[in-house]
């Protein structure tokens, strides 16, 4: 048995549309094993079209039992997609986080956020004839509320919304629908979540 970890979210987290090995935080898992951390495959809590509330409800029903050394979160996007506002988010996603914190027996280092994507780059966007610039602006709030509450916690919270601007409407970036993004795009989460992880794992926990 290895080093357990626990990854929850919704569609990026589960990998909508690509092969398991190719989530990111499969990917997470085996780079790594690749230095030498004997961690399992991750635990998964996820469901396409999650809120914070559903993931909530998704972790009462799997009660996973802790501690986990490595959990991470990544949530949020289907609450925007559904018009609610970020002072309804930012409560949520905190007792999300509180969780998580506990699942790693409270080690903040133990845990890191990702941030949400910006779907609005997508065809699929385009074609839905929505608002591309507001979702990036409710986004960038919802992000900033995610990233605020993550330093008072002391958590390391990983920006990958840039990635998803710079190359999410790209084909190869993309999985079959348009909307979630490919194994490509999820080589270039994990490589971010792994150089943060990778410091995480040499400080101490407490």
Do not use: K
């Not at 030498?36 to 559903?54: F, K, L, S």
């Not at 609005?120 to 990233?147: C, K, W």
């Amino acid at each position: 048995m290895g080093l357990a970890y626990l990854a929850l979210g919704d569609s990026y987290t589960i990998g909508e549309g690509v092969e398991p090995a190719g989530r990111w935080p499969m990917q997470l898992a085996a780079a790594l094993r690749d230095i030498g951390v004997a961690v399992d495959d991750p635990t998964i809590i996820a469901t396409t079209g999650w809120t914070t509330d559903e993931l909530e409800a998704g972790i009462d029903a799997d009660a996973p039992q802790g501690p986990f050394e490595l959990v991470s979160l990544l949530i949020g996007v289907n609450d925007q997609y559904r018009g609610r506002s970020v002072d309804e988010y930012r409560p949520r996603f905190t007792a999300l986080l509180q969780r998580a914190l506990a699942f790693a027996a409270d080690r903040a280092p133990r845990v890191l956020v990702l941030s949400i994507p910006d779907w609005g780059v997508t065809p699929y966007a385009v074609a839905s004839g929505r608002d591309r610039v507001r979702i990036g602006q409710e986004l960038d709030a919802y992000n900033a509320a995610a990233a605020a509450i993550c330093a008072e916690h002391d958590v390391a919270f990983v920006d990958i919304t840039d990635l998803s601007r710079q190359l999410g409407g790209e084909s190869v970036m993309l999985a079959e629908d348009g909307l979630h993004p490919s194994a490509a795009m999820y080589t270039l989460w994990h490589q971010r979540a792994f150089e943060v992880t990778r410091v995480l794992w040499a400080e101490p926990t407490r």
